[in-house]
């Protein structure tokens, strides 16, 4: 007996199913690329890691042929987004012949693509969903009820107000599966929403990178605080742009980086000043960037997690979070990370203006951030996966 596991693209670094072929329990693992199985794309090289053989893994090629059109068109226009449901039908729809040739396999699935299996599975399969990202309803309904700024922009909307088949999908997926694993507490909190058993959904915070950059970087009088996300009112970017006016900080300056960035938002901006709009950077170019900042704030009404601000902690940064994130689980002493209250602007202004008080050019409390990156890491996650579904007690 083992598990089938199934997630499109290289979503949190394969580490699921990393955590399951540690353990000797993962009997396929299937995605919609990875390198070394078949043709190899040289753009994918990353598609992979070490400890699950190409040999585990079963390549879906309906979706990635559902996702080319769409990958060649964010080369040229990063605000391009994937048909969400489309491909993850036709991720399921693989992971789903799958199952049916190993019957007996459970299955641990991320969400979108694991209906299409869980309807078929026999009942002595144990289903367990993991739930990337916010429950749809509950994620629009916090946006629209905390943002004390939704009114000040025509700001754009998530995909899950827009589209109100995500959350049709969401409950009937959810209502097949057994046991829940998620990466937040807020994640958690939108399923507990639903009327979901909060005794069957396991939390396990997402881990940090190993430590990228030694270094502190070039010392500098002005403490350098960054923001590196989507440009978009989810990410709070129109909350920091009014807190970094209303701070009116005289010893700092704000470096945004975007993939992406709504017009509103950039006209919102408008006037603010030491703020440094710069594009999108690729990785390796982003780790750099941050390396030479000393604050990582992105103040989210909510995310299921956000990577980026393990990867800003590995990189040496301090980190100003919102309750309704990642940050909140990470459990940061008050010298390494601030969580403020999600949606309001004042104590985003207390934060500012904290850290720019407590900043010194040589970053006194450097070891400590490495020492928390070093706490929080990836091997940690994994064991906290294989305690959510009772391979470690």
């Given at each position: 007996m083992?598990?089938?596991v199934?997630?499109?693209?290289d979503?949190?670094?394969y ?10 329990e ?8 990875y390198?070394?199985k078949?043709?190899s794309?040289p753009?994918?090289g990353?598609r ?9 893994v079963?390549?879906?090629y309906r979706?990635?042929l559902?996702?080319?059109p769409?990958?060649?068109?964010r ?5 391009t987004?994937?048909p969400?449901l489309?491909v993850?039908r036709?991720?399921g729809k693989t992971?789903?012949q799958v ?9 641990l ?8 299996a ?6 002595s399969?144990?289903?367990?969903l ?6 749809p309803?509950y ?5 629209n009820?905390i943002d004390?700024?939704?009114?000040a922009?025509?700001?754009?909307q998530e995909a899950e107000?827009?589209d ?8 009937k997926?959810?209502?097949l599966?057994?046991n ?6 807020i994640?958690k909190?939108s399923l507990?929403s639903?009327?979901?058993?909060a005794q ?9 990178p190993?430590?990228?950059l ?5 010392e500098?009088?002005?403490c350098k605080?960054?923001?590196a996300?989507?440009g978009i009112a989810r ?5 920091l742009?009014?807190a ?5 900080l ?5 470096t945004v980086?975007?993939?992406r960035t709504?017009p509103a938002?950039?006209?919102f ?6 703020v ?12 750099q ?8 704030v992105m ?5 299921g997690f ?6 800003a902690?590995?990189?040496?940064c ?5 309750e309704?994130?990642?940050v909140?689980d990470m459990?940061?002493?008050?010298e390494v ?6 949606g ?8 500012l203006?904290m ?9 006194p409390y450097?070891?400590q ?12 996650f994994r064991?906290?996966i294989?305690?959510?579904?009772g391979?470690e007690?």
């Amino acid at each position: 007996m083992g598990y089938i596991v199934g997630l499109n693209r290289d979503r949190d670094f394969y580490q699921v199913p990393l955590a399951l072929a540690e353990a000797g329990e993962l009997t396929r693992f299937v995605t919609d690329y990875y390198e070394g199985k078949g043709i190899s794309l040289p753009t994918l090289g990353h598609r992979k890691i070490e400890g699950i053989s190409p040999s585990q893994v079963q390549e879906s090629y309906r979706a990635f042929l559902a996702q080319m059109p769409y990958e060649v068109k964010r080369r040229i226009d990063r605000s391009t987004d994937f048909p969400t449901l489309f491909v993850e039908r036709q991720l399921g729809k693989t992971i789903a012949q799958v199952a049916r040739k190993h019957p007996q396999e459970d299955l641990l699935l991320y969400s979108g693509a694991a209906y299409w299996a869980f309807k078929e599975a026999a009942s002595s399969v144990k289903k367990t969903l993991f739930v990337y990202q916010v429950a749809p309803e509950y994620l629009t309904q916090l946006i629209n009820g905390i943002d004390e700024l939704h009114d000040a922009g025509n700001w754009q909307q998530e995909a899950e107000a827009l589209d109100p088949r995500m959350m049709e999908h969401h409950l009937k997926e959810a209502a097949l599966a057994d046991n829940f694993l998620c990466a937040s507490t807020i994640t958690k909190n939108s399923l507990i929403s639903e009327g979901l058993d909060a005794q069957k959904i396991h939390v396990a915070p997402y881990g940090v990178p190993d430590i990228a950059l030694n270094r502190v970087g070039e010392e500098s009088s002005r403490c350098k605080f960054l923001f590196a996300g989507q440009g978009i009112a989810r990410k709070g970017l129109h909350l920091l742009l009014e807190a970094w006016r209303q701070a009116k900080l005289t010893n700092s300056e704000l470096t945004v980086v975007t993939s992406r960035t709504d017009p509103a938002i950039l006209e919102f901006a408008s006037g603010v000043e030491n703020v440094n709009f710069v594009g999108r950077q690729e990785h390796d170019e982003l780790l750099q960037t941050m390396a030479r900042h000393d604050t990582f704030v992105m103040p989210s009404l909510v995310e299921g997690f956000g990577l980026v601000y393990g990867e800003a902690l590995a990189a040496g940064c301090r980190i100003i979070g919102t309750e309704n994130t990642g940050v909140y689980d990470m459990d940061l002493p008050a010298e390494v990370g601030t969580v403020v209250e999600a949606g309001r602007v004042q104590p985003l202004v207390d934060a500012l203006q904290m850290h720019e008080q407590t900043y010194s050019p040589q970053r006194p409390y450097y070891e400590q951030v490495k020492a928390e990156a070093e706490r929080l890491s990836w091997a940690s996650f994994r064991s906290k996966i294989r305690q959510g579904v009772g391979l470690e007690g």
